[in-house]
């Protein structure tokens, strides 16, 4: 697949700097690793590193053409006509190479967006929960859908392991690309506030987008400088939106609506009477062996009960949410309650099925915030002892093992003090930091290293009615030391343990 140079800028406001811009190119990149003869080299300025200082290396690797900042400064024009005279290499510079990434992707691989129904969700949390959600909703519709996040990328139905959670530009576009080449008709996907700001989802426009909340997350110097500039990130999806959905219930819920309105219709959700989709009541219920809510909905496209199979007011937003999209874009309401009965998401809340009477659930929660409100959650469903297998990272927030600590021992019955990813780190260390937490709490623990055993123990300890939660890696199919990386599922293990005590039983 080439181009000419000149088809990719399109109408992009660019400069001619040295060079043809007839020059033909096969491939584009941001990354000097990936630089090819005969493609395209787009100068980035990453979190730590400038792009634009690998110009020499991407030369020596063959590229046609390079894009730079109108604005970059280490090299001046006399060097950089030299480099091109010598490599026969042209040069353009353009106002926002960012920008000019999107762009230039989308052309390249023939603005594959414009065949698939495009759905964005963006907000703090519940991104990936909803996003499956809805897969699994158009799924179950017959609708042929992709999906782009943090777990994972499915395309064509083939599930690819995710880098990012929004990818950049030219990844995003040949990802879309892949989904429009095997049939897809639609793709969800999780929009980050980086993602928006940094032009990685630019001239992509999304027939629904969701925001579903705010909360004191990504605010770094190498993220976002405070809480308006990541809400500023975020409200940009609106700008290239037809409709806009809404949880009118959160903290800028009504801020949001209001931005949002100036570019798109809107619709919102949550359970307060004025939202368009909500639900009026709800209902703590096992079904089929799932823990779940029964909630009555009402909204403009469905009116009626739905069950959700997962636990939690949280998950009664992010399926309100689903629910919403899924009108819009004129889904049968009875294939809505099929999928939101049995939805899964890998790491959210996941159950691992057994006949031991034990709700077992492995969980993404990684910092004390998002222990503390599963926790929380979970109290509200369990009939019997909250039992809590947990570890912080290594070379990770030494304050965070603590606050963990702290939140594990105040709420669980029992909690298992483990590993997770102590990579250069002694993992006693980390267990160590994290029972200061505890121990003040007067909660009890039983501190094992090793995160199989741990697993193995909290299932053996539970009865029937007791809730083993599984918290800090979720979705992640490994573990990482010091010297070596492992494969380790949390929600395989505990599998294994159940499939293991079965087998025992049924022999004894």
């Not at 782009?148 to 040949?174: C, F, S, Y």
């Not at 102590?422 to 994290?434: G, L, Q, S, T, V």
Request: charged share 25%.
């Amino acid at each position: 697949m080439t181009h000419t140079l000149r088809s990719l800028i399109g109408d992009l406001n660019y400069r001619l700097i040295a060079g043809n811009p007839d020059t033909e190119v096969s491939q584009i990149s941001y990354d000097s690793r990936q630089a090819s003869p005969s493609g395209v080299f787009v100068c980035i300025h990453g979190h730590i590193v400038d792009a634009h200082s690998y110009i020499p290396e991407v030369i020596s690797k063959g590229v046609s053409a390079v894009v730079i900042n109108n604005d970059e400064n280490l090299y001046d024009r006399d060097q950089i006509l030299e480099m091109s005279k010598e490599s026969d290499v042209t040069f353009i510079g353009v106002d926002d190479t960012r920008i000019a990434l999107a762009k230039m992707s989308i052309a390249f691989y023939d603005h594959p967006a414009s065949s698939l129904q495009m759905i964005g969700i963006t907000g703090t949390k519940g991104k990936t929960t909803t996003t499956y959600m809805i897969y699994n909703i158009f799924a179950e519709a017959g609708k042929k859908t992709g999906l782009i996040g943090t777990i994972a990328n499915i395309i064509g139905g083939e599930i690819k392991q995710a880098k990012r959670t929004t990818p950049e530009a030219v990844d995003l576009q040949l990802i879309l690309k892949e989904m429009a080449d095997t049939g897809s008709d639609s793709c969800v996907m999780e929009v980050s506030s980086l993602g928006l700001a940094f032009g990685r989802v630019y001239g992509i426009d999304f027939q629904v987008s969701a925001f579903t909340n705010l909360y004191p997350d990504h605010i770094s110097a190498a993220e976002h400088a405070d809480m308006k500039e990541y809400l500023e990130a975020k409200l940009l999806i609106f700008k290239q939106s037809k409709n806009a959905l809404v949880n009118l219930d959160c903290s800028v819920g009504r801020e949001v609506v209001d931005f949002a309105r100036d570019h798109c219709p809107v619709y919102t959700y949550g359970l307060s009477e004025e939202c368009d989709c909500r639900a009026v009541s709800e209902i703590h219920i096992v079904r089929d062996g799932i823990n779940g809510t029964e909630i009555e909905l009402r909204s403009p496209w469905y009116n009626g009960t739905v069950f959700i199979g997962l636990p939690g007011r949280f998950n009664i937003y992010n399926a309100l949410c689903a629910i919403a999209i899924s009108g819009l874009s004129g889904i049968p309401f009875e294939e809505v309650r099929r999928a939101l009965a049995k939805v899964a998401v890998p790491g959210r809340l996941q159950n691992v099925p057994n006949h031991m009477g034990i709700t077992a659930l492995v969980d993404y929660a990684h910092n004390a915030a998002s222990l503390e409100i599963l926790l929380d959650t979970l109290r509200e469903y369990c009939t019997g002892r909250l039992i809590t297998v947990f570890g912080c990272g290594g070379n990770r927030s030494g304050t965070r093992r603590t606050e963990m600590g702290r939140v594990a021992g105040r709420l669980s019955d029992l909690t298992f003090v483990t590993s997770d990813n102590p990579r250069d780190e002694e993992p006693m260390e980390i267990i160590n930091a994290i029972l200061e937490g505890i121990i003040p709490t007067g909660g009890k623990f039983i501190v094992e290293p090793d995160r199989k055993t741990a697993i193995e123990k909290a299932i053996m300890e539970a009865a029937p009615g007791d809730f083993v939660i599984i918290a800090g890696k979720g979705h992640e199919n490994y573990q990482i030391f010091k010297d070596q990386v492992i494969h380790f599922d949390d929600a395989e293990t505990a599998a294994e343990v159940f499939s293991r005590i079965t087998d025992k039983r049924d022999r004894g």
